[in-house]
T-cell receptor, first 114, second 111 residues
Framework: GAVVSQHPSWVICKSGTSVKIECRSL??????MFWYRQFPKQSLMLMAT?????????EQGVEKDKFLINHASLTLSTLTVTSAHPEDSSFYIC??????????FGPGTRLLVL | DAKTTQPTSMDCAEGRAANLPCNHS???????VYWYRQIHSQGPQYIIH???NNETNEMASLIITEDRKSSTLILPHATLRDTAVYYC????????????FGKGTSLLVTP
């Protein structure tokens, strides 16, 4: 149980285009999901908290107009990287809270912006 | 959330127990200790968590000292597939679910 999926697993796009990443909780409902970013040889950094039916909460320094988050249902949150640039290339990971305590993570999406 | 301190790296021979320490001397009374691991190029995997009692599941055991200022994650019979970065994270149940990942311990299991 407690499986989280992400799609796509990797994506290459041109600079200036937008990319959407989906995060799904497959066997449980999640009112809260999180989006993290990880650069090479660094630890995970929390970008935003996604709450079903309400606006996302962004961490300091994360541009909310650039990283659009939509949590339209209890099993799906999406992250859209708008007008992507090479510096947005990273490993994007989502997580979902199952029950009352534990986060389960997706496999990650590797984004490369050319 | 409590700041945690872990060794940067550790080695363990395959088949032996891997004991990964974590210091969390500023942990508060209602703060859980969570352990996750991240195998290269994958998302983090939940291992175990505890508050003050020792915990065991199919993956590992968590030993928390009586004063709760430190803990040890034990992988009883390490395999090559246990090579990963292990994160010890303190989480206050009153401050939401967000996890603050530090640098973790890079565990290398050798044949």
């Amino acid at each position: 149980g407690a499986v989280v999926s992400q799609h796509p697993s990797w994506v290459i796009c041109k600079s200036g285009t937008s990319v959407k990443i989906e995060c799904r909780s497959l066997d449980f409902q999640a009112t809260t999901m999180f989006w993290y970013r990880q650069f090479p040889k660094q630890s995970l950094m929390l970008m935003a908290t996604s709450n079903e039916g309400s606006k996302a909460t962004y961490e300091q320094g994360v541009e909310k107009d650039k990283f659009l988050i939509n949590h339209a249902s209890l099993t799906l949150s999406t992250l859209t990287v708008t007008s992507a640039h090479p510096e947005d290339s990273s490993f994007y990971i989502c997580s979902a809270v199952a029950g009352i305590e534990t986060q389960y993570f997706g496999p990650g999406t590797r984004l490369l912006v050319l | 959330d409590a700041k945690t301190t872990q060794p940067t790296s550790m080695d363990c021979a395959e088949g032996r127990a891997a004991n990964l320490p974590c210091n969390h001397s500023t942990i508060s009374g209602n703060e859980y200790v969570y352990w996750y691991r991240q195998i290269h190029s994958q998302g983090p995997q939940y291992i175990i968590h505890g508050l003050k009692n020792n915990e065991t599941n199919e993956m590992a055991s968590l030993i928390i000292t009586e004063d709760r200022k430190s803990s040890t994650l034990i992988l009883p019979h390490a395999t090559l597939r246990d090579t990963a970065v292990y994160y010890c994270i303190g989480r206050n149940s009153n401050s939401g679910y967000a996890l603050n990942f530090g640098k973790g311990t890079s565990l290398l299991v050798t044949p």
